[in-house]
């Protein structure tokens, strides 16, 4: 088959759930035309580069981030976000149906792209998303049903909304769960997705340490932490997400300024702890191979405060604010919480294969 499937560039959450199935689908030989942007796309292009000859790749613009710090703010950039959002959005299925006429595709596939369809040929088209519905500032009910409503607009265009987290007890909880505006009936819950492996290898590192986040909160966050790290004993590596800099050695810490996906995965294998954001695609990772974690989410990311506040109410993963971080308290505390050790990527893959190639699409799986 020639599949279209697009992957959103608002962070690299969406590449690295992507990429399982994106494998997938290449290991079972259909041709791939990836649709993404900035460093999203570069990253993709590292990722797949040997695949070059079934992966092409199209760079257009993505939407802009409907988040803002305060509750006023995100009231009045919300509104002006939606006409702005439904231009970008026409203007993206525009080019998908104009690309459809040169191109035969049989599948279209997006994560968190919502153009990506094509209502005059109706071919297949699948939404991967866990944002059903935003969290805004203040947790204003109202508004989190005006994003849900907002969002389940789209849902029409597509046959199927594949949802990555578990139906029951979820990883995401009001994010997708919930639902008042959909038809639940076209929601698939696949369970976790995650570009890291389990692995049972020996952990030898006490610890493992990322800092991200958009500027200036990323720095903030790793000074706050560099003024603490020389307190840590044993064996801990930590990432700055900065293409700056060099390796340098913090009493007990090897900080290093940017791991590759491989290096990562590697880390990862390798701890049974983790002080991070509290990023969705973070907690999948987790929960494949059970590491706890102190988390600190970026200041005005709602969607990261929510979850660090959901997990710390569940008992799962510990959360403090980033301004209020004390390590040495805060790992022995978060070493209390229960984590989560939950679902197989490979798994995940397979029920989306299913959802995408047994939906009545007149198409066999390979």
Known sequence: MRIMYAVCSWGFGHVTRSLPIIRKLIKEGHELTIITCGKPKYMLMEELGKYEDQVRFVDIIDYPLPYTLHWQAFLFKFIAFIPE???????????????????????????NRYG??????????????????????????????????????????????????????????????????YDMSRVHYIGALSDFPHSDREHDLDGYISVSGP?????????????????????????????????????DVK???????????????????????????????????????????????TEQEYLSEYHNEKGTY?????????????????KKFAGVKRGSTDKAVEAAMDIFFGMDNGRERR
């Open 215 to 251: 500027e200036p909160q990323r720095t903030i966050y790793e000074d706050m932490l560099r003024g603490q790290i020389h307190e840590l004993k044993g064996n801990w590596i930590m990432s700055l997400g900065t293409t700056k800099g060099k390796v340098e050695q913090v009493g």
């Open 116 to 181: 990506i369809y094509n209502r005059l040929q109706k071919l297949p088209s699948f939404l991967i998303t866990h944002q059903l519905r935003m969290v805004a500032p203040g947790r204003f009910k109202f508004m989190e049903w005006g994003t849900e409503h907002f969002v389940s607009l789209f849902q029409k265009y597509f046959k199927g909304v594949v949802v990555p987290d578990f139906e029951d007890d979820g990883l995401a909880g009001i994010l997708c769960h919930d639902m008042k505006y």
């Open 85 to 111: 959002m439904f231009y970008r959005i026409q203007k993206e299925n525009d080019w998908v149906i104009a690309e459809c006429k040169k191109k035969k595709y049989d599948m279209l596939i997006s994560d």
């Open 318 to 334: 510990m959360s403090v604010n980033q301004e209020s971080v004390d390590l040495l308290e805060g790992i022995k505390e978060a």
């Open 255 to 301: 900080v290093f300024p940017y791991l590759t996906t491989k290096q990562r995965i590697d880390i990862l294998s390798r701890t049974d702890f983790v002080i991070s954001r509290s990023g969705y695609t973070t907690i999948m990772d987790l929960s494949m191979g059970g590491q706890k974690a102190l988390f600190s989410p970026t200041p005005g990311q």
